[in-house]
């Protein structure tokens, strides 16, 4: 089954210990990008990531780190959680060709900082 | 910044009603607007889209209107049913690169039975 998997699905952290979110899709697409989704600001952009190696901030990239060395993973990495990072996440890839691409998302991680 | 502006918030339709959520754009180079569907517990996924050489895309019970000169698009969700309650996003790109969408802030439906 074509799908994009996040782990983990939740996780209660403490200020400061650096954690990381996995992210896998099985679909061979050279687009993969993390968003966060936080009541009344809907889904904002994290990170994305064009192939393997070239990654970009998207418009909320404070506090996260991402890394791309293979096609099929794209991990985001909090180095160091603060309060204002708790929310639910969301990893997506796409074939990244020009046209009408379809995001094809994971199913979530809820984090919570305290 | 580069918005996408959604609106109701929040929708309470009754069955067999008729649900419209509304989103407004800025930059006038986007040429590519979906709108995408979530089910709680779930990631979003495609519901469908439209590209503003038509005003009009139905599939379904589904149907998007295209305003270009209002630069303002919307979702109309026919024969409403409790099945369909979700939150929707509107979302907005250029077609050259429709990978990176710019999402609205989200509109949870609720069709009561």
């Known amino acids: 089954e074509a799908q994009v998997t996040q782990n983990p699905r939740y996780l209660i952290t403490v200020t400061g210990k650096k954690l990381t979110v996995t992210c896998s899709q099985n679909?061979?697409?050279?687009?993969m990008s993390w968003y966060r989704q936080d009541p009344g600001l809907g889904l904002r952009q994290i990170y994305y990531?064009?192939?393997?190696?070239?990654?970009d901030k998207g418009d909320v990239p404070e506090g996260y780190k991402v890394s791309r060395k293979e096609k099929r993973n794209f991990p985001l990495i909090l180095e160091s959680p603060s309060p204002n990072q708790t929310s639910l996440y969301f990893c997506a890839s796409s074939p990244g060709l020009a046209g009408a691409n379809v995001l094809t998302f994971g199913a979530g991680s809820r984090l919570t900082v305290l | 910044q580069q918005q996408v502006k959604q609106s109701p918030q929040s929708l309470i339709v009754q069955k067999g009603g008729i649900s419209i959520i509304n989103c407004a754009y800025e930059?006038?180079?986007?040429?590519?607007f979906p709108w995408y569907q979530q089910f709680p517990g779930k990631g979003p996924a495609l519901l469908i889209a439209i590209r503003p050489d038509v005003s009009e895309k139905k599939e379904g019970r589904f149907t998007i209107s295209f305003n270009k000169s209002a630069k303002q698009f919307s979702l109309h969700i026919m024969d409403s049913q409790p099945g369909d309650s979700a939150t929707y996003f509107c979302a907005a790109s250029r077609m050259d690169s429709s990978y990176k969408l710019i999402f609205g802030s989200g509109t949870r439906l609720l069709v009561r039975p």
């Open positions: 990531s064009m192939n393997v190696e070239v990654t």
């Open positions: 679909m061979n697409h050279e687009y």
């Open positions: 930059n006038t180079a986007f040429d590519y």
